[in-house]
C-alpha cells in the first residue's frame, strides 16, 4: 500500500476560526453567490487532494471515490449560494461530501451473496490507493515515507466512524466542533470516537501514538 502526501498528523488544530479565516469564508460565500467567474475552478485546485483523500478513507474504495469527488463539486456549483460563510469553506465542503457517500451507501444494492449474509462492503476490505498531495508539508519534511506509510495503515484498519474523525483530525486539522458539524454528531461523540479509535491504533503506532494523544 502506498499513500503519498500524508498531512502534518501532529499539528495541533486551531480551536477557533481566526478573523482572517473569516474573512476569506465570506468574501468566498459571497463569490459563490455571485457565480464569481473562475472562483470554483480555484476551490477545486485548494482542495481537490483533501477532499479526494477524505473521500478514499470514507469510502475505502477509489472509483466511489471519484464518482463522489465529481457530484460534490456538481452540488457546490448549483447550491453554492447556501454557504454563508459562517464557517469554514472545508467544513460546509466536507459536510456535503459525507452526506453524498451515506446517501451513496444507502443506494447501494448488495450485489453478492457474501456482502448480504456479511454485511461486508467496500469500506471492509483492504484497501490500495494513491494520492498525489498538493505541495509537500511540514510533516513530509521530518518523516519518512515508511512512517507515513505506518500511520495510514493504522488508519485504514479502524471501521469507517471512528477513522472518519482521526482523518478530520489529525490529517486535515479540524477542531472538534468542526468535525462534530461535518458529522452531525455531538462534541462528546467526536470526543469518544476520537480516543476510541486512538485505542485501536496505539499497538500499531507504538511511541508515535503519544504523540498522537498529545494533538487531541
Known amino acids: 500500500?502506498?499513500?503519498?502526501?500524508?498531512?502534518?498528523?501532529?499539528?495541533?488544530?486551531?480551536?477557533?476560526?481566526?478573523?482572517?479565516?473569516?474573512?476569506?469564508?465570506?468574501?468566498?460565500?459571497?463569490?459563490?453567490k455571485q457565480r464569481k467567474a473562475g472562483l470554483l475552478d480555484e476551490l477545486i485546485v485548494r482542495?481537490?487532494?483533501r477532499l479526494l483523500r477524505y473521500l478514499l478513507y470514507l469510502t475505502g474504495n477509489r472509483d466511489t471515490a471519484e464518482d463522489l469527488?465529481?457530484?460534490?463539486?456538481?452540488?457546490?456549483?448549483?447550491?453554492?449560494a447556501q454557504f454563508n460563510g459562517k464557517s469554514r469553506f472545508e467544513t460546509w465542503?466536507?459536510?456535503?461530501?459525507?452526506?453524498?457517500?451515506?446517501?451513496?451507501?444507502?443506494?447501494r444494492t448488495v450485489n453478492s451473496l457474501d456482502e448480504l449474509i456479511d454485511g461486508a462492503g467496500?469500506?471492509?476490505?483492504?484497501?490500495?490507493?494513491?494520492?498525489?498531495?498538493g505541495g509537500p508539508t511540514p510533516f513530509d519534511h521530518v518523516s519518512s515515507l515508511e512512517d507515513r506509510e505506518k500511520i495510514a495503515a493504522a488508519l485504514l484498519e479502524l471501521d469507517t466512524l471512528h477513522r472518519e474523525?482521526?482523518?478530520?483530525?489529525f490529517h486535515e486539522e479540524m477542531s472538534l466542533?468542526?468535525?462534530?458539524?461535518?458529522?452531525?454528531?455531538?462534541?462528546?461523540?467526536?470526543?469518544?470516537?476520537?480516543?476510541?479509535?486512538?485505542?485501536?491504533?496505539?499497538?500499531?503506532?507504538?511511541a508515535d501514538a503519544e504523540r498522537f494523544a498529545e494533538a487531541v
Open 122 to 133: 467496500d469500506d471492509d476490505r483492504a484497501m490500495t490507493f494513491e494520492v498525489a498531495a
Open 177 to 206: 466542533e468542526e468535525i462534530a458539524k461535518v458529522t452531525r454528531a455531538p462534541l462528546s461523540t467526536v470526543k469518544s470516537r476520537l480516543y476510541r479509535g486512538l485505542a485501536m491504533i496505539k499497538p500499531r503506532l507504538g
Open 47 to 49: 482542495y481537490q487532494h
Open 93 to 107: 465542503l466536507f459536510t456535503i461530501a459525507r452526506n453524498l457517500a451515506i446517501d451513496q451507501r444507502r443506494k
Open 69 to 80: 469527488f465529481q457530484e460534490v463539486w456538481m452540488r457546490v456549483l448549483v447550491r453554492g
Open 1 to 32: 500500500m502506498t499513500i503519498a502526501g500524508i498531512r502534518p498528523f501532529f499539528a495541533k488544530a486551531p480551536i477557533a476560526v481566526d478573523a482572517e479565516a473569516r474573512r476569506e469564508s465570506l468574501a468566498v460565500a459571497e463569490g459563490l
Open 165 to 169: 474523525v482521526m482523518v478530520l483530525r
